[in-house]
């Protein structure tokens, strides 16, 4: 038995959500006393998945051709089932973004094989399986049985973290009999900046609501997210206003995250706000209402005008990453 | 061009969520139910292409699958433009289950686009579009936040890591949308109303489907430690506090 680790391919660079995949799927296959395997499609130096090994995977498979490098949902999975069976995989996971939510639910289907998405935390049995995922946007978990012999999950990013486990690796090439053929879809254009660091991955993220009070105001937060390596982002009015691009938007129905420290400038903290910024490890807001909801999920506290605040919280990290 | 766009009722962004029968079921008591927000954005944007007499869309179906309580919904999605309404006269049993749902519907009926947002407010699947597509066999495009016509063609743009691409499509497609698909979601004027009523809600019979999951409880996360508020002159309070007590930085 094994389980197979889908690894997203990020033009040619693995990130950290992988290895903590990685480290969920060992998990899971020293459980089952099985052998954790990981699934990587397109191009990819053999050095840059070879790093999978540190976090407990003994097989790659790997499935080269460029056409790989554009995700056609319909393909990509019935490649992933080929592969599967091939394996004689128990358990698929996913990562819970884009690519999990386009994968897994068609590979539910093609398996029959139960899928939950969004699960935060190992199994809490396996016989019968049963997980915990997220539910009600955050606001509530559900636990969930799979009824299905085969079992397909997508992993809560930043839920589980890095567990260490090195391993002897080898890659295994496949040769997929799927073809793109008489799929009626096709690419036509591409706007990719590689460089940019994405939300969901930043460990850090300082966001900054209509206490801002206009666009204008932004340089000091941005100062401040230079400082800490964080990414910026913003509440719904904010961007929906222009004072901020729509990429930054967290919440309910904007992007949801789980950073190890969000800091919520001048954010109320309405709880479609809060539902996309719940699973940070530890939550810093900055407001002048001392009744403001937000300060009801902080951690820490700062009453305030982010104005005078935020400049002197710049100089205090400063001084702690001592320059 | 038909669209279908599938709703999913769901309480209230607000709601306080609250478990009954043992914490085996949500307890519905006092909530507002509303069109999940990202379903009432895809037909708000279906809605407006409908109006824009240069783009191909003739008709937009809605269809929901549930109990006939969520019909107040279904009548909201018609005041707000869509054609008619479908509704699947079951409990949406898990996601495998809807998915059969909608899919047996689409086959009797066609559809260019069928519609889905990226999750619902309540159990956040983020399933049902991607197996309904599977189970059609046809092309899903997800994360979608935008699509144009030109002429009868269209291009759908999708949010990937980085950046955006663009899809062209042929035939029916799944395409499951995000924030952006449209900017505000439309709300319904009295017009729009009016003409709800006359507009048909069809109630047709669930088909037999497998249950791949099941729910067994629900529980609420744990409360949290009360608020540390840090004196505004001292801020290396605060980061001494999170480099030692958080350990983030
Ligand atoms: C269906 C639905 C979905 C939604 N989805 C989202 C979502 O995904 N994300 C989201 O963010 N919102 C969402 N909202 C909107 C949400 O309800 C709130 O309206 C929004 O989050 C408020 O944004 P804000 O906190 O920036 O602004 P406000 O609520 O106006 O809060 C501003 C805060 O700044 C404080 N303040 C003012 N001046 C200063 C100052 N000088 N210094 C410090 N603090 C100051 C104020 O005390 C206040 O607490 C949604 C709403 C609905 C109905
Ligand atoms: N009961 C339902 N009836 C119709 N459509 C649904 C239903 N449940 C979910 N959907 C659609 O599927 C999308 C994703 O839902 P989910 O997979 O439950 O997160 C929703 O945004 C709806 O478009």
């Given at each position: 038995m094994s389980v197979l680790v889908y690894i997203e391919n990020f033009g040619g660079k693995l990130k950290k959500q992988n290895f903590e995949l990685a480290s969920f799927a060992s998990k899971l296959a020293e459980s089952t006393n099985s052998t954790a395997k990981a699934l990587v499609l397109g191009t990819i130096n053999n050095a840059e998945i070879e790093k999978l090994n540190q976090f407990g995977i003994e097989k790659i498979i790997k499935v080269e051709g460029e056409s790989f490098n554009i995700r056609i949902n319909k393909v990509f999975t019935q490649v992933i089932e080929e592969v599967v069976l091939k394996e004689n995989v128990s358990m698929v996971l996913f990562p819970d973004n884009n690519t999990g939510k386009a994968l897994a639910p068609r590979l539910s289907v093609r398996l029959r094989a139960g899928f939950v998405s969004g699960?935060?935390?190992?199994?809490?049995?396996?016989?019968?399986f049963i997980i915990i995922k997220r539910a009600f946007s955050g606001k509530a978990f559900a636990k969930v049985k799979i009824n299905t012999p085969t079992k397909i999950l997508s992993l809560a990013i930043n839920s589980f973290g890095l567990h260490e486990k090195p391993v002897t690796l080898k890659i295994e090439y496949f040769e997929t009999q799927v073809s793109f053929a008489d799929v009626p879809i096709k690419m036509v254009e591409r706007k990719v900046s590689e460089n940019k660091v994405s939300l969901f991955d930043a460990d850090i993220v300082v966001s900054g609501g209509r206490g801002m009070r206009g666009p204008e105001n932004w340089k000091p937060l941005e100062d401040l997210a230079t400082v800490l390596g964080a990414a910026t982002a913003c509440s719904r009015p904010v961007s929906d206003d222009g004072w901020r691009s729509h990429d930054e938007h967290v919440g309910q129905t904007g992007k949801i995250i789980a950073p190890n420290l969000y800091i919520a400038v001048g954010i109320s903290g309405a709880t479609q706000h809060v539902a996309g910024v719940s699973r940070s490890k530890c939550l810093v807001a900055i407001n002048?209402?001392?009744?403001?909801?937000i300060f009801e999920v902080a951690n820490y506290g700062i009453l305030g005008d982010v104005q005078k605040i935020l400049p002197k919280l710049t100089e205090a990290f400063k001084a702690f990453k001592g320059d | 061009m038909k669209i279908l766009v599938c709703i999913s009722n769901v309480p209230d962004t607000t709601t306080k969520i609250k478990f009954t029968d043992k914490q085996t079921r949500f307890d519905p008591t006092g909530v507002q139910w509303i069109i999940n927000p990202w379903d009432e954005l895809a037909l708000s944007r279906s809605v407006d292409l409908k109006e824009?007499?240069?783009?191909?869309?003739s008709e937009i179906t809605v269809i929901n699958v549930g109990t006939s309580e969520t019909e107040p919904t279904l009548r909201k999605c018609l005041a707000i433009g869509a054609d008619k309404a479908i509704r699947i006269d079951s409990e949406p049993k898990d996601a495998f289950f809807t998915a059969q749902q909608i899919a047996n519907y689409v086959q009797k009926e066609s559809f260019e686009f069928v519609v889905f947002g990226?999750?619902?407010?309540?159990?956040?699947?983020?399933s049902v579009g991607g197996m309904v597509a599977e189970i059609l066999g046809v092309p899903s495009v997800s994360s979608v936040s935008d699509i144009k016509f030109n002429g009868s063609s269209a291009t759908i743009e999708r949010d990937v890591d980085g950046g955006k691409e663009y899809m062209q499509v042929q035939g029916t497609t799944v395409i499951v949308v995000q924030k952006g698909f449209a900017k505000e979601p439309r709300i319904p004027n009295m017009r729009g109303i009016m003409m709800a009523r006359q507009k048909p809600l069809e109630v047709l019979a669930a088909i037999d489907s497998e249950l791949l999951t099941e729910i067994i409880e629900f529980n609420l996360p744990e409360p949290k430690a009360k608020v540390k508020m840090i004196d505004p002159d001292n801020l290396q309070e605060l980061v001494a506090l999170l480099s030692k007590e958080a350990k983030v930085l």
């Amino acid at each position: 038995m094994s389980v197979l680790v889908y690894i997203e391919n990020f033009g040619g660079k693995l990130k950290k959500q992988n290895f903590e995949l990685a480290s969920f799927a060992s998990k899971l296959a020293e459980s089952t006393n099985s052998t954790a395997k990981a699934l990587v499609l397109g191009t990819i130096n053999n050095a840059e998945i070879e790093k999978l090994n540190q976090f407990g995977i003994e097989k790659i498979i790997k499935v080269e051709g460029e056409s790989f490098n554009i995700r056609i949902n319909k393909v990509f999975t019935q490649v992933i089932e080929e592969v599967v069976l091939k394996e004689n995989v128990s358990m698929v996971l996913f990562p819970d973004n884009n690519t999990g939510k386009a994968l897994a639910p068609r590979l539910s289907v093609r398996l029959r094989a139960g899928f939950v998405s969004g699960v935060v935390s190992l199994p809490e049995s396996y016989n019968p399986f049963i997980i915990i995922k997220r539910a009600f946007s955050g606001k509530a978990f559900a636990k969930v049985k799979i009824n299905t012999p085969t079992k397909i999950l997508s992993l809560a990013i930043n839920s589980f973290g890095l567990h260490e486990k090195p391993v002897t690796l080898k890659i295994e090439y496949f040769e997929t009999q799927v073809s793109f053929a008489d799929v009626p879809i096709k690419m036509v254009e591409r706007k990719v900046s590689e460089n940019k660091v994405s939300l969901f991955d930043a460990d850090i993220v300082v966001s900054g609501g209509r206490g801002m009070r206009g666009p204008e105001n932004w340089k000091p937060l941005e100062d401040l997210a230079t400082v800490l390596g964080a990414a910026t982002a913003c509440s719904r009015p904010v961007s929906d206003d222009g004072w901020r691009s729509h990429d930054e938007h967290v919440g309910q129905t904007g992007k949801i995250i789980a950073p190890n420290l969000y800091i919520a400038v001048g954010i109320s903290g309405a709880t479609q706000h809060v539902a996309g910024v719940s699973r940070s490890k530890c939550l810093v807001a900055i407001n002048t209402d001392s009744d403001a909801p937000i300060f009801e999920v902080a951690n820490y506290g700062i009453l305030g005008d982010v104005q005078k605040i935020l400049p002197k919280l710049t100089e205090a990290f400063k001084a702690f990453k001592g320059d | 061009m038909k669209i279908l766009v599938c709703i999913s009722n769901v309480p209230d962004t607000t709601t306080k969520i609250k478990f009954t029968d043992k914490q085996t079921r949500f307890d519905p008591t006092g909530v507002q139910w509303i069109i999940n927000p990202w379903d009432e954005l895809a037909l708000s944007r279906s809605v407006d292409l409908k109006e824009d007499s240069s783009n191909p869309v003739s008709e937009i179906t809605v269809i929901n699958v549930g109990t006939s309580e969520t019909e107040p919904t279904l009548r909201k999605c018609l005041a707000i433009g869509a054609d008619k309404a479908i509704r699947i006269d079951s409990e949406p049993k898990d996601a495998f289950f809807t998915a059969q749902q909608i899919a047996n519907y689409v086959q009797k009926e066609s559809f260019e686009f069928v519609v889905f947002g990226i999750e619902s407010g309540d159990y956040n699947g983020s399933s049902v579009g991607g197996m309904v597509a599977e189970i059609l066999g046809v092309p899903s495009v997800s994360s979608v936040s935008d699509i144009k016509f030109n002429g009868s063609s269209a291009t759908i743009e999708r949010d990937v890591d980085g950046g955006k691409e663009y899809m062209q499509v042929q035939g029916t497609t799944v395409i499951v949308v995000q924030k952006g698909f449209a900017k505000e979601p439309r709300i319904p004027n009295m017009r729009g109303i009016m003409m709800a009523r006359q507009k048909p809600l069809e109630v047709l019979a669930a088909i037999d489907s497998e249950l791949l999951t099941e729910i067994i409880e629900f529980n609420l996360p744990e409360p949290k430690a009360k608020v540390k508020m840090i004196d505004p002159d001292n801020l290396q309070e605060l980061v001494a506090l999170l480099s030692k007590e958080a350990k983030v930085l």
